[in-house]
C-alpha cells in the first residue's frame, strides 16, 4: 500500500497535481477501491506522457505520447496534429486525412469538432477533436476516434488538450529559461575586460626578451584562459575545472602585479567533482582583483576557500581591498546600476534561476574593510552533467592536498 500511494505522489507531481489523500488500511497490496486503482493509472499514463510533450507536439516523442495517451481517454485511435498540420497516429492509419481536416477545423475555430459515421477499413467510427491552445495560440489539437463519441469522451478530449497545453507551455518556459541562462553566459564572456586582455599581452611581451620560458608560460596560461571563458558547449562545469581557470587567470594577472597579488587557496577535495554554473566562480575571483586590490595601494591577498558542509559545498572568495559601499553593492545587483559589478550581478542571478532564491550570492563588504562572497550549492544534482573533459583535475599546486592553505607562486 506504501508503494502504491508512493507512485500515487510521483505521478501527481509530475502532472502538477495536487491530491488530497486519506489513508486507507488494507489487508493486501492491491491499490485497493476501484476509485484508487483509476486514480493511479490516470496519474501513471499523464506522468508518463508529460516527459514526451515537453519538447512540443512537433519535435517532441508524439508517438510515444499519444499510445498514453490513447491510453488514458480509452479510444480506439488518437492523433496528435501539430500547427503544422503533421499527424502522428495511435492506432488505425486511415483516419489520418479525416484527423488533419477535424484538428485544422477545431485549431481555427478555437472549438471542438464532432463528425460521427466515419468509414475506415470497412467499418464506421466518430471522432472528436479539440484545440490545443498553448499561451492562447494554437498549437494543434487531439483527435479521438471511437466507435461511438459520447459526451462523456467529449469532455475528456477537452481536459486531455488543455493538459496537454500545459505540458507545451511548460518546455517553451524550460527553453525560454535555457536560452536566458545561455545568454546570460555570453553576456558575462563579453564583459571580459579588454583592458586585461591588453595588460595580459603587454606583460608577456616585457619578458620574451628578457625571460623566454616565462613568456612561453605566460602564452600557454593565456590560452588556457581564453579557451575555458569561451568553450561553446555545456552550461556546467566542476569547481575542479573553474579553479583551473581561475589558476590561469590568476599567473596573467601575477605578471601584472608582482608581489602585490597574494593569494591563499583553502580547498577541500569532497568538493571538487561539484557541479555548478560554468563561470560562477571565476568572476567573483575576478572582481576582487579589479575592484579590491587594483586602487588599493601595496596590493593584498584574495583567500579562496571550498570547503564541504555536507550536503552542500560553500565556496568564497575574500579580499582585503578597499571594499565597496553597501548601498551601492544593493543596487547594482538589483540591476539598479548597470554599470556597476557586471560579474557579481550575472552569477547572483544565475544561481538563483538555477538552485532558488536562497542560494544566490552572500556579499559582506563596506569601504575600506575589504570583501567577502560567498556561494553555497548543492553537492547532489541529479540530471546535472558538467560538460567538460570527463576528468576531475585541480591546478598542480593544489594537486594531492587533503586541506590547502598555501601561496600560488608565480
Known amino acids: 500500500m506504501l508503494a502504491a500511494a508512493g507512485g500515487v505522489v510521483a505521478g501527481a507531481l509530475a502532472v502538477g497535481i495536487v ?27 499523464a506522468s508518463r506522457a508529460a516527459k514526451h510533450l515537453r519538447g512540443g507536439i512537433a519535435q517532441g516523442d508524439a508517438t510515444r505520447a499519444g499510445r498514453h495517451l490513447r491510453s488514458l481517454l480509452g479510444c480506439e485511435t488518437l492523433a496528435l ?5 503533421q499527424v502522428t497516429i495511435d492506432g488505425d492509419d486511415p483516419v489520418r486525412e479525416v484527423a488533419g481536416r477535424l484538428a485544422a477545423e477545431a485549431s481555427q475555430s478555437g472549438r471542438p469538432q464532432l463528425q460521427r459515421r466515419i468509414r475506415a477499413a470497412e467499418r464506421e467510427m466518430d471522432a472528436v477533436a479539440s ?77 620574451i626578451n628578457t625571460d623566454p620560458a616565462k613568456a612561453r608560460e605566460l602564452v600557454l596560461e593565456f590560452a588556457d584562459f581564453t579557451r575555458y571563458s569561451f568553450r561553446r558547449h ?33 580547498i577541500a577535495p569532497e568538493v571538487l567533482s561539484t557541479v555548478v554554473p560554468f563561470l560562477s566562480i571565476q568572476p567573483l575571483v575576478e572582481n576582487a582583483v579589479r575592484h579590491g586590490l587594483e586602487s588599493k595601494e601595496g596590493g593584498g591577498r584574495i583567500v ?18 578597499v571594499g565597496m559601499d553597501p548601498a551601492v553593492l544593493e ?24 538552485y532558488g532564491d536562497e542560494h544566490g ?17 548543492p553537492k547532489s544534482q541529479p540530471g546535472r552533467v558538467a560538460a567538460s573533459t570527463g576528468s576531475v583535475r585541480v591546478p598542480s599546486r593544489v594537486e594531492g592536498a587533503t586541506q590547502l592553505e598555501r601561496e600560488v607562486n608565480a
Not at 489513508?23 to 493511479?40: F, M, N, P
Not at 496534429?81 to 498540420?85: E, I, P, Q
Request: hydrophobic fraction near 50%; proline fraction near 2%; charged fraction near 25%.
Open 331 to 354: 543596487r547594482a545587483l538589483a540591476g539598479a546600476a548597470p554599470g556597476e559589478h557586471v560579474g557579481l550581478r550575472n552569477v547572483d542571478a544565475r544561481l538563483r534561476q538555477v
Open 81 to 85: 496534429v501539430d500547427a503544422g498540420g
Open 131 to 207: 484545440p490545443i491552445l498553448a499561451g492562447g495560440a494554437p498549437a494543434g489539437a487531439i483527435v479521438a476516434f471511437a466507435p461511438r463519441v459520447r459526451a462523456g469522451l467529449v469532455r475528456a478530449t477537452g481536459e486531455v488538450a488543455d493538459w496537454v497545453a500545459a505540458q507545451v507551455e511548460l518546455g517553451e518556459l524550460d527553453a525560454s529559461r535555457a536560452a536566458l541562462a545561455e545568454a546570460e553566459v555570453r553576456a558575462l564572456r563579453a564583459q571580459i575586460s579588454p583592458h586585461f586582455i591588453y595588460n595580459s599581452l603587454n606583460a608577456i611581451a616585457s619578458f
Open 19 to 45: 491530491l488530497l489523500l486519506r489513508r486507507v488500511v488494507l489487508a493486501s497490496k492491491d491499490l485497493g477501491t476501484d476509485v484508487e486503482q483509476a486514480t493511479y493509472q490516470t496519474l501513471h499514463l
Open 234 to 266: 555545456g552550461e556546467f562545469t566542476t569547481v575542479a575545472e573553474e579553479l583551473r581557470s581561475i589558476d590561469s587567470y590568476l599567473q596573467l594577472e601575477r605578471a601584472r602585479f608582482g608581489d602585490r597579488l597574494r593569494v591563499t587557496l583553502q
Open 304 to 321: 579562496i576557500e571550498a570547503s564541504d558542509q555536507g550536503a552542500f559545498a560553500e565556496i568564497s572568495v575574500e579580499d582585503d581591498g
Open 361 to 377: 550570492l552572500v556579499v559582506e563588504t563596506n569601504v575600506g574593510a575589504g570583501t567577502l562572497v560567498r556561494m553555497r550549492v
